[in-house]
């Protein structure tokens, strides 16, 4: 099965927005946002807190989908749908003013929230500490606050160095994965330069299987938690295969031929997960991997078929989807601060919702449009689609 890296300049280009992908960037948000809000609760105010079918449900799925501590699949799903939106309205051939234009585009569709988003982890973090200082350390992963810290994270160097990877949760935790997309955003546009537009595009497929085959001996052979942690959450190394596995999903043929195969992929990721739920085989972690890559590959069909056909209803999510990154940057320091004030689990998922949607029209909308106006100066006809995970 080719991995579709070798036209990337070729695939069709779309920049229309899709309604189906926006309602399905939804989902996703709201998935990672119950996955902390239920749990949290239940620490802050007790087990009863939460509704009982929530908290059965997201205990459920932490036990299928992360019993070692995987990447939760929400954000594999992100990560994925990240590569397959950025390459479907992307570079393509080499023209006048397309890598400055790219790059103009994305430091404004995600540099601003993000920085914004990381002061909103201090200040949560820091608000909820002058209630509670040991449920405020508990919840946001924050054991200090310094400068060297916030520079590490603005940054992004954690995507590298594993030793950083606690010291830039800074109230906000989740932000490390849009740290990473960040550099991904980066290596995407080098790639482009350095081998795409030289004429070696499977270069790129050889790297990113080099990296999972990897990833695959260093987990099997065994390593220790800190750094299982950050391979799994936090590093470019690991992520890079599953978001390059997005942009190949671009690719028609590759889309087709993974839509045949689905049964055989949905088979196999039942099948891994029996094998990982009633034994230990050795290598476990591995063996998790793959899943994980069976998931990916399920998540990356039902992106195509979500893009390809006209979803009936999606138009109900669509707004929220693209308010998609607010929610996502914004919602843990505000989760974790709500409920160590007392806030009813309800509340704060009506109050995440809602910052998300604001900060979508105050910062996002804008920052945009900005973004879309100096990339018109640079590359006159040449705009790119709006998506992003």
């Given at each position: 099965m080719s991995m579709g890296f070798g036209r990337l300049a070729d695939v069709p280009l779309r920049r229309e927005r899709s309604d189906g992908i926006d309602a399905l960037r939804a989902v996703l948000a709201l998935w990672v946002v119950l996955a902390h809000l239920i749990p949290w609760t239940?620490?802050?105010?007790?087990?009863?807190?939460?509704?009982?079918e929530l908290a059965g449900a997201a205990l459920f799925a932490a036990r299928v989908f992360q019993p070692f501590g995987e990447l939760h699949p929400a954000v594999l799903a992100f990560i994925v749908l990240s590569g397959y939106c950025i390459h479907r309205g992307g570079l393509r051939q080499r023209m006048p003013g397309a890598l400055a234009g790219y790059a103009v585009r994305r430091f404004f569709r995600i540099g601003p929230l993000y920085y914004v988003a990381i002061g909103a982890g201090l200040a949560g973090f820091i608000a909820a500490a002058?209630?509670?200082?040991s449920l405020a350390v508990a919840l946001s992963g924050t054991t200090t606050l310094n400068a060297g810290c916030v520079a590490a994270k603005a940054l992004a160097l954690s995507a590298f160095f594993p030793g950083l990877q606690q010291c830039v949760f800074l109230g906000n935790a989740p932000l490390v994965t849009v740290l990473v997309e960040i550099v991904l955003y980066i290596l995407y546009a080098v790639a482009f330069v350095g081998l795409v537009w030289r004429g070696r595009e499977r270069a790129v497929g050889i790297a990113c299987g080099t990296l999972f085959v990897f990833s695959l001996a260093m987990l099997g052979y065994g390593v220790s938690a800190p750094f299982d942690g950050w391979w799994q959450n936090g590093s470019v190394f690991a992520f890079l295969p599953y978001w390059w596995l997005g942009v190949?999903?671009?690719n028609p043929d590759f889309a087709r031929t993974c839509n045949r195969r689905l049964w055989l992929i949905v088979a196999a990721w039942g099948l891994l997960t029996v094998l990982l739920l009633t034994t230990a085989p050795p290598g476990v972690l591995a063996w998790a991997e793959i899943r994980k890559l069976c998931f990916a590959l399920a998540v990356g069909v039902l992106i195509e078929r979500v893009d390809r056909e006209n979803l009936q209803g999606s138009w109900l999510l669509a707004p929220l989807g693209?308010?998609?990154y607010g929610l996502y940057a914004i919602h843990a320091?505000?989760?974790y601060s709500l409920?160590?004030?007392g806030a009813p689990w309800w509340s704060v998922l009506i109050a995440d919702i809602a910052a998300g949607l604001l900060i979508h029209q105050m910062i996002e909308r804008p920052m945009i449009g900005l973004g879309r106006s100096l990339q018109g100066r640079l590359a006159p006809g040449r705009g790119l689609a709006v998506h992003r995970s």
């Open positions: 239940a620490a802050v105010q007790g087990p009863h807190a939460p509704p009982a002058a209630r509670s200082p190949a999903f671009a693209r308010a998609g320091p505000l989760t409920l160590i004030y």
